[in-house]
């Protein structure tokens, strides 16, 4: 069974930076593409980036200079790595792990970025 726990987020302020992680259990990581994903108060979950297993990173253009996916293959974690933090930056952020036969989603982290 995979389990996807995320960790990371808290209150900052706009211009500060947060680093978010995502324990994975069950599947490895390296093998998957792993996902970012955003939701804030009244509006759908959008995608933030995604970490290809061979290792292409693609991010929407709103964090592009900002925002780093990587991963420790060792560790099965993958971390988002978010500077220059702005008040549309606050969301409720999840990891996902993609599979051809399941998606996966972890529990969510609450990030929130004060003007």
């Known amino acids: 069974q995979v389990h996807l726990v995320e960790s990371g987020g808290g209150l900052v302020q706009a211009g500060g930076s947060l680093r978010l992680s995502c324990a994975a259990s069950g599947r490895s990581i390296r093998v998957n593409t792993m996902g970012w994903y955003r939701q804030a108060p009244g509006k759908q979950r959008e995608l933030v980036a995604t970490l290809t297993a061979d290792g292409r990173v693609n991010y929407v253009d709103s964090v592009k200079g900002r925002f780093t996916f990587s991963r420790d293959n060792g560790e099965n974690t993958v971390y988002l790595q978010m500077n220059d933090l702005k008040p549309d930056d606050t969301a409720v952020y999840y990891c996902?792990?993609?599979?051809?036969?399941?998606?996966?989603w972890g529990q969510g982290t609450q990030v929130t970025v004060s003007s």
């Open positions: 996902r792990l993609y599979s051809p036969s399941n998606n996966y």
